[in-house]
């Protein structure tokens, strides 16, 4: 055959393997509100920067008929593309062929990919649209899954690695995702679940839809499987590229620097956000955007466990992560999911050379039989070994309350903060004022006169004595008490001088965290 023949003859064939599961399967597809495979990646990557592989892989199955079949591409579109000109590596499932199912080709295509990403040490991105294990590849279905995960694994702190839920992803699909750093999910469009409705019933009579056990809402806002939350597919694709604008490309780069930008202070005033009476909530969000370059805050996990809040902002140019304890949500207590939250986070930025910045205002661990029952040790120490553990530089500000366990936990001088700031409402002690009185002096308040009058007065003695900054400054804990307009400029020179911080860890195969 000449060259031209050639030519039509492969154009017919990318013809045919494009038109993935054809028209009627496109229609209900769209008729539902999703893109197809194809379109989503062009609408995440840069104009005319995607380039597929592998379009004519075809599945080997024999059984239930499956040798009469074609799934073009397997039923998954891999390939190469740009994000805000810097190189990545992508999948997504198509689920117009055989639901997205995963077979054992349709596996060795996404891990494929991986290794290239992995080899080229770009991030990889995984648009996730699938019925799950295909059922008539039987084990090599579940083997493919096995492949994926040991790959998730190996990539993990190396690059990153995103997820996007557009679709079904049901069954032992889900560990991909969740062994990721970035997981999104889209109103109404993300189902996650390992056991569906119709199993659930069967085993153990729970009736539920399948939007209440695992929609997009159920994973951002209670199971926290979800980092982000997006009302439509395209205003995913909007943070997936916000995201990737503040982390580096792989574990041996720093993230790209912007131009510098003061916050907008017109709109952001520290020295007003915190109120007088320090019972009274603020929102710590203000503080970070009066800090941060433009007052612009990248928040993750924002409607799970919303007592801490952790995100990514810049401070002169340069990426930094927040954890901040929310005093506006339970008065910012650490608990089970905001132990985990943050301590992950923590890990993620430590792993990707990203400094951290933690802003401390909380009573403490939170109390209560449910906690204790469900973990709060072990969660807890999930945060004193991340930050413990983790070498880039660390920056704290107290910028009121810092009891307790809390105040060690909080990325305190003694879990190796580089540098602790704190503000003069900072107030530093083993509990609150009215708690420590009412224990340290019970037998004073018990026998006087008039309880209450004696118990005001300890309360008073003690908040003199203890209820500030200058106790723990007096013992070196803290490296400055410093004016909230001060912040800033502290921070930024905390950053400068820790530019070049290396710190080795001890020798080991690697640590035991409280997972
Ligand atoms: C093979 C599948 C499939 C699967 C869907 N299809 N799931 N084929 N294996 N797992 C096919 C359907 O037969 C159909 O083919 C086409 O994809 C579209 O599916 P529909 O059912 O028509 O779509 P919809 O009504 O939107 O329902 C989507 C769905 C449903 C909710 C995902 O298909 C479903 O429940 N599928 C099975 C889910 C499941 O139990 N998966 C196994 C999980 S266990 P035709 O030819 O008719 O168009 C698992 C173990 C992994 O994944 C363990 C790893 C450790």
Redesign the pocket.
Known sequence: MALKQKTIDLKRRMRDALQG?GSK?IK?QKA?GKLTARERILALLDPNTFHEYDLFVEHAAKDFDMDKKYLPGDGVVTGTGMISGHPICIYAQD?TV?????GWMHAKKICKIMDHALKLKVPLIGIND???????EGVN??AG??EI?YRNTQASGVIPQISVIL??C????V?SPALTDFVWVVDKIS?MFIT?P?VIKTTIGEEIS?EDLGGAKVHAEISGNAHFYAETEQACFDQIKELISYIPWNNTKKADAFPKKAPRSRTYKLEEIIPKDPRQPYDVRDVIKAISDDSEFFEIQERFAANIVIGFSRLNGETVGYVANQPAVLAGVLDVDSSDKAARFVRYCDAFNIPLITLVDLPGYLPGVDQEHAGVIRHGAKLLYAYSEATVPKLTVILRKAYGGGYIAMCSHHLKADFVFAWPTAEIAVMGPEGAANIIFRNEIKNAENPDEVRKQKIKEYKQKYANPYVAAAYGYIHAVIEPTETRRMLIHGLEISKHKEEIPYEKKHGVPPF
């Open positions: 599961g399967a209900k539902i689920f055989a639901g997205g199912s995963l699938s019925g799950g294990a295909r059922i008539q279905s579940l899954y096995g995960f679709g079904p049901a069954g032992g699909a560990y189902k569906g119709e399948m």
